[in-house]
């Protein structure tokens, strides 16, 4: 299963322009990469040259709503660019965001079973009354993933980013454990979060129309960071395509 992996792309986490609601679902989505939608964390694998992926899924908390547009492309062997569109609904009170990020994850970068990668990225928000985009997030990780038996799989995330709206910087992590009881099915659980705010833990299930090429997936996710922070997200995926 190829990757997402635009935490460092998506809405800044802890935004001043972030109403409550929405610093709920920011919680959620920024920061963290995607590992192949449905997870946030990501993992140490890329499209191969020109081999793209097309991802879109919506995350809702309380009365806010993010609209994600994800593709990504490989543009040499182990070298991925991928991008993000963010709306955030409604969108006349909430900024809006976008990103780009690389993720470098080469065939020869592994070690007693482990594979390994590295992911940098950029994102920017513009306000909701406003008409220019101002960078807001930079970022980059390390990545690792394990095979621990043909239907587990872990995941490691280690990284730092700064948040260029306030100033602060911080460092990330995430660790997540994926189940393929079937080639059909892949459930997971995680947990995910910054040094300077509690972790978000999250469990999710994807379902393959067609195995590794297209599939639905459902979400779940609590952010300690805010209080009764929970978002629901829904999504598609499609893997696979060629240029």
């Known amino acids: 299963m190829q990757t997402p992996y635009m935490t460092l792309t998506a809405v800044p986490r802890r935004s001043r322009l972030l109403p409550p609601l929405l610093a709920c679902l920011a919680a959620m989505t920024a920061g963290h990469a ?35 547009l994800a593709p990504a492309c490989g543009l040499i062997d182990g070298l991925e660019l991928g991008f993000e569109l963010i709306r955030v609904s409604p969108s006349e009170a909430q900024p809006q965001a976008r990103g780009v990020g690389l993720k470098w994850a080469p065939d020869w970068a ?16 513009k306000a909701a009354d ?16 394990l095979p ?22 911080a460092n ?4 997540a454990l994926a189940w393929t009881p079937h080639e059909r099915w892949l459930v997971f ?19 393959w129309l067609l195995p590794d090429q297209l599939g639905l997936d459902v979400t779940t996710s609590r952010s300690n960071a805010t209080p009764n922070c929970r978002a629901w ?9 060629t240029f």
């Open 34 to 68: 995607h590992a192949g939608r449905p997870l946030l964390t990501d993992d140490a694998s890329v499209n191969s040259q020109g081999q793209c992926q097309l991802e879109a899924w919506v995350d809702s908390a309380s009365d806010a709503r993010s609209h994600h």
């Open 110 to 125: 592994t070690w007693q079973g482990w594979r390994f990668g590295l992911k940098a990225g950029t994102g920017s928000e």
């Open 130 to 145: 406003g008409h220019q985009w101002h960078q807001a997030v930079t970022g980059f990780s390390a990545i690792a993933s």
């Open 148 to 169: 621990l038996d043909e239907q587990w799989t872990l995941h490691l995330n280690l990284g730092r980013e700064r948040n260029k709206l306030n100033q602060v910087s």
């Open 172 to 175: 990330n992590y995430g660790a």
């Open 189 to 207: 659980a995680e947990i995910l979060g910054h040094s300077n705010t509690p972790a978000t833990q999250a469990v999710g299930l994807r379902w």
């Open 233 to 241: 997200g829904v999504g598609l995926g499609w893997y696979g395509l």
